[in-house]
């Protein structure tokens, strides 16, 4: 249907294609993964984030195209500048389950200073859920309690995006 649908699908789909062989498809499934680390690598050199659309075109890159839940962890220095970006759980295709502890480590280990947590809804829809709202609560109260800030949880539906902080959830 489309190019992005050509990156997002797997090597086993991609092989069903007719004139695709195990190579073709290896060599697509790189080129992929080399247009998500040159996006990673672009946010991660390119300075201070400025707005909550800036990490979202990052996170759109990222998550967009998943067939299952997974949560991220951006994770900022005092500058607000990239220090490190990590999936923290990967789910199903409709429940991700977030461990505040886990978060709150992995900012504590990289030294960081603020974190924008994601993760993304396969099924399309932007509306967050009281799950959503519930685990951003629980995710700021366990890095508040090591001094250090939440900026935002995004959520990502294809080519679209959720900033809970633009909407003051």
């Known amino acids: ?3 992005k649908q050509v990156f997002d699908a797997d090597i086993e ?3 069903k294609i007719k004139g695709i062989s195990e190579h073709t498809a290896l060599l697509i499934s790189c080129f992929s993964r080399f247009a998500k ?4 690598m672009e946010i991660k050199e390119g300075g201070q984030l400025s707005s909550p ?3 979202a ?3 759109i890159s990222q998550l967009g195209g998943e067939k299952n839940e997974k949560f991220y962890a951006v994770l900022l220095n005092s500058g ?3 220090i490190e970006c990590l999936e923290i759980e990967k789910g199903t295709v409709n429940k991700s389950i977030v461990f505040p502890r886990k978060v709150a480590q992995a900012a504590l280990s990289y030294n960081a200073s603020a974190v924008i947590i994601a993760h993304n809804h396969p099924g399309g829809t932007l509306k967050p859920s009281q799950n959503d709202i519930d685990a951003t609560t629980a995710v700021k109260n366990a890095l508040h309690a090591v ?3 939440l900026l935002d949880h995004i959520i990502v539906a294809g080519k679209n995006y959720l900033s809970l902080k ?3 959830l």
Do not use: C, Q, R, T
């Not at 680390?37 to 990673?40: F, L, Q, T, V």
């Open 80 to 82: 607000n500048k990239v």
């Open 57 to 59: 075109d990052y996170l």
């Open 1 to 3: 249907g489309s190019i």
């Open 37 to 40: 680390m040159y996006s990673y």
């Open 53 to 55: 659309k800036s990490v």
């Open 13 to 15: 789909a991609l092989k």
């Open 166 to 168: 633009e909407y003051n």
């Open 147 to 149: 001094d250090v800030s």
